[in-house]
């Protein structure tokens, strides 16, 4: 057993290898603490951190102070002009939010307070305006569609819905003259959702509506007011709410540590500092996280126990997206300095009452990059360290332990992998192509208490939190230190991921070819593209780093010919498979091949971003809501796969993305079919035709 525990923290000692010495890994282990951000976080989540209100001001504030504190360098808070029209790259801004005071009090039949924003700030809908009114409670179920309005007088009235709460605004108080709503609308669902009927989750009205409130209230307080309206007795509420929408301003924090080689660039770290009281994992856990990676980087280079990077790293705390949107378009200067983002949104959360896997987030097809391997090699050292811990085979410290807070962090392994590419935070804007910044995106996901008034610090553990800020740390000193010196270590390593990674494709792609519920020919063509899709997707992932490290293009010439030589194996297995399904032809024909419209060139003329943000969604702005709702791909009218996995927001994400005045529509669709499943070319046409009216592209 001590030969084992040996061999074990040795193992443990090298997993990091290649991208740090043990020595530099060490260093950045024993600085590492999760009691410093778990008590960063309390402080957190005692404001109510709506973006452009005074809590959110003070969060930023205490960001601001600490990142000094910490030693980074040109602190510093911006302030960016909101009023709802102005533009921050093809993004429009939104609007400010002040609140003085809000209650809601059932007064009929019990006399009960069901919500007061001195108290708890979370059930008050973001963007409600002033009211003070007492009036009947009318049940419209959901509350979305015109037919729950149906035989329902509603004006004057407060309804209970639990639809949409934006939609539910614009039909009831917009539509039908209700006075306000009271709901309790669930959002990010998990297979946990309802179990706790004493959740109150958040709400967003539309700022842009001229009146309107909305309280939230727990599914338990919801079903007793349904129970009391289908008794037949009267539900009387009085709400009352000083508040007001308008212009403001939204503040950005950033602070840096220099690198010592100014024109190579910058590596950003980025979270999101917005949120609900109290919004502790979402998102205090990835603010304070990126705020530990930035004191253990600043304390260690500054002592000179790690070198200073070639390449400076800037850490941004701001509202989610649109910060981010406003920043860059600000500051172009910034934006092309750029090199890797590493991006945190939730990380710090119990698994075992969050019922939370950390994830490390790949890129999307559109932007291979190396940045995911740094990140799952330093996963994976911490997940063998973690897992030697909790076998009782190594020490808490080179467990990654955290022993210091007030509560002990737990002792628990690190429940993680890496995933394919999702969407959902600031790491969108960075990965589109206008803007093209890999992100190494930490995420928590599912989390059973996520925008509720849960998500609490008791949810939190201060070891995990540790292990994300080493693993943040880590893998961003990687990126601002890699010179091309480091290549021939690199590059075999890399391309042994890349053929590892090609292989399970190939697994698919077997599958797909050998499906008997698609044609025989479709299924040929689709596998060979898959396959195809990801050797190109690897090549790029080798060629990344030889880009991002300045070296002589070429160096990575065996590496993508053993690739090539692999998929050439798969692409002979995958038409064998085909020949045995009794296909003909030598070669595999795509469907769209006859098609003039899929030799139609796209060229991207949008400033720059995605097309949809945290408040603004560029198409539906542009085109109108009647147009908007006709565009087949986002509104579903796609293969069975795409409406059950409603990946229709990731399909439209990557064809803007692929979109660079070269790759015709058929290349498009074959793109994003390898990534998310075969598409329909016409569904690819019909989206680029209305970002063509809505003047993102134009065609050549």
């Known amino acids: 057993m001590i030969c084992f525990i040996l ?38 989540t005692g404001l109510h951190r709506v973006p452009a209100t005074a809590d959110f001001d003070r969060a930023a504030q205490f960001m601001l102070q600490r990142a000094r504190e910490y030693g980074l360098t040109d602190v510093h808070g911006e302030q960016f002009p909101i009023d709802g029209t102005r533009q921050y790259g093809l993004m429009r801004s939104y609007l400010s939010w002040t609140v ?8 009929r039949p019990q006399h009960l307070v069901l919500g007061d924003w001195k108290t708890d700030p979370i059930r008050l809908a973001d963007y409600s305006h002033s009211a003070d009114v007492e009036t009947g409670l ?35 108080i917009a539509e039908h003259g209700a006075a306000g709503i009271v709901s309790d609308m669930p959002n990010q669902t998990t297979a946990w959702s309802g179990m706790d009927p004493t959740l109150v989750r958040w709400g967003h009205l539309d700022a842009r509506q001229a009146s309107g409130f909305a309280f939230m209230v727990s599914r338990q307080t919801a079903e007793a007011l349904r129970e009391s309206l289908r008794s037949g007795a009267p539900v009387i509420l009085n709400a009352h709410v000083k508040a ?11 602070g840096t540590i220099h690198g010592f080689d100014t024109a190579a660039g910058e590596i950003i770290y980025s979270c999101h500092l917005d949120h609900e009281r109290p919004g502790a994992n979402d998102n205090g856990s990835g603010c304070v996280t990126i705020l530990e990676s930035a004191r253990l980087l600043a304390r260690l280079i500054d002592e000179g126990k790690l070198p200073r990077p070639k390449r400076t790293m800037r850490f941004i705390w701001g509202p989610e997206v649109e910060g981010t949107m406003a920043f860059l378009a600000t500051h172009p200067e910034i934006r092309q300095r750029l090199r890797v983002n590493v991006h945190m949104d939730m990380v710090g959360g119990d698994p075992f009452k969050n019922k939370s896997v950390f994830h490390v987030t790949s890129t999307p097809w559109s932007l291979p990059s190396f940045v995911t391997d740094v990140g799952s090699v330093f996963l994976d050292a911490i997940r063998t360290a973690a897992g030697g811990y909790a076998d009782g085979e190594t020490s808490a410290e080179a467990g990654i332990v955290e022993t210091r807070a007030g509560e002990q962090g737990t002792r628990n392994e690190f429940i993680a992998d890496v995933t394919p590419y999702e969407g959902g935070s600031d790491h969108d804007d960075y990965d589109s192509s206008t803007i093209a910044v890999p992100s190494l995106y930490l995420r928590d996901w599912p989390d059973v208490y996520i925008h509720t008034d849960h998500d609490s610090l008791t949810q939190i553990d201060a070891t995990k939190l540790r292990r994300a800020a080493l693993l943040g740390a880590a ?13 021939p270590r690199l590059l075999p390593f890399l391309t042994a991921r890349c053929e590892e990674r090609l292989a399970q494709v190939y697994g698919r792609a077997q599958t797909l070819v050998e499906d008997p519920q698609l044609d025989a020919a479709a299924a040929w063509y689709e596998a060979r593209n898959l396959v195809n899709q990801a050797l190109r997707r690897e090549k790029e992932v080798l060629r990344s780093l030889v880009e991002f490290t300045g070296a002589a293009a070429g160096v990575d010439v065996d590496g993508a010919k053993a690739l090539s030589d692999q998929a050439g ?26 098609s003039a419209d ?18 603004d969604n560029v198409l539906l702005a542009r085109l109108g809501k009647d147009r908007y709702l006709k565009i087949k791909l986002i509104n579903s009218e796609a293969t069975p796969m795409l ?18 005045g070269m790759r015709t529509v058929g290349e498009i669709r074959d793109a994003v079919s390898a990534e998310y499943g075969p598409l329909p070319m016409s569904l690819v046409l019909d989206y680029l035709d209305a970002c063509a009216e809505a003047g993102v592209i134009q065609w050549r």
């Open 643 to 660: 409406a059950v996995r409603d990946q229709s927001g990731l399909y439209a994400y990557e064809i803007t993305n692929y979109v660079n």
């Open 569 to 594: 194996t798969f692409n002979t297995w995958i038409d064998a498979a085909a020949k045995r399904r009794g296909t003909k032809g030598t070669a595999a024909s795509a469907p769209w091949a006859s």
């Open 7 to 44: 061999v074990l923290s040795g193992f443990s000692a090298v997993a990091q290898q290649p991208f740090l010495p043990t020595q530099q890994w060490t260093a950045l282990r024993d600085e590492s603490s999760g009691a410093a951000p778990y008590e960063n976080l309390r402080y957190l």
């Open 244 to 254: 007001s929408v308008g212009p403001g301003q939204w503040t950005v924090v950033t």
């Open 138 to 172: 009318v049940d419209v179920g959901d509350g979305a569609s015109e037919s729950d309005y149906a035989g329902k007088d509603v004006r004057g009235k407060i309804v209970l819905a639990d639809g949409v709460l934006a939609r539910v605004q614009e039909l009831a």
């Open 475 to 487: 893998a961003g000193y990687v990126y601002a230190s890699m010179d091309a010196q480091q290549l």
């Open 100 to 107: 003085e005071e809000a209650r809601l009090w059932e007064v």
């Open 598 to 615: 899929a030799r139609r060139v796209p060229v991207r003329i949008g400033e720059f971003g995605p097309l949809t943000y945290q408040n």
